[in-house]
C-alpha cells in the first residue's frame, strides 16, 4: 500500500495549503497517521499526527498554524496549513503510525511527498 501526499506547490509567506494523503484500502482508517517536514539538508521531522479517535498533536513550531483531520470514508488525511512562513519550505510526506513504548514510529514504506515552498 503506497500513501500519496498532494497539494504542495509555491506560496508567499502568509498563505496557506491544503495537503492531501490519500492511499486505498483501509492503512488510514486503521492506524494513527501523521505529517512529516523534511527541509533541505534537514532530517525528517513528524511534525502533526491524529489518532484513529481523532486526537491530534503537533510539533511546536507549527502549533496553532497547522491542522490535521482525517476523511476515513475517502481514505484520506489532511494537512491545513495557514500562515505559512518561508521556514515551512519542505517536502511533506504522510505515513501511519505505531505506537510503541510512548512514541509513534512511521511505518517502513515512504511514498512520494509534496514540496512546499514559501516565499518571503
Known amino acids: 500500500v503506497q500513501l500519496q501526499a498532494s497539494g504542495g506547490g509555491l506560496v508567499q509567506a502568509g498563505g496557506s495549503l491544503r495537503l492531501s494523503c490519500a492511499a486505498s484500502?483501509?492503512?488510514?482508517?486503521?492506524?494513527?497517521m501523521g505529517w512529516y517536514q523534511q527541509a533541505p539538508g534537514k532530517q525528517r521531522d513528524l511534525v502533526a499526527l491524529?489518532?484513529?479517535?481523532?486526537?491530534?498533536n503537533y510539533g511546536d513550531s507549527v502549533k496553532g498554524r497547522f491542522t490535521i483531520s482525517r476523511d476515513n470514508g475517502k481514505n484520506t488525511v489532511y494537512l491545513q496549513i495557514d500562515n505559512l512562513k518561508p521556514e515551512d519550505t519542505a517536502v511533506y510526506f504522510c505515513?501511519?503510525?505505531?505506537?510503541?513504548?510512548?512514541?509513534?514510529?512511521?511505518?517502513?514504506?515512504w511514498g512520494q511527498g509534496t514540496q512546499v515552498t514559501v516565499s518571503s
Open positions: 491524529i489518532t484513529t479517535g481523532g486526537r491530534t
Open positions: 484500502g483501509t492503512i488510514i482508517s486503521s492506524n494513527a
Open positions: 505515513n501511519a503510525l505505531r505506537y510503541y513504548s510512548g512514541r509513534y514510529y512511521p511505518f517502513e514504506n
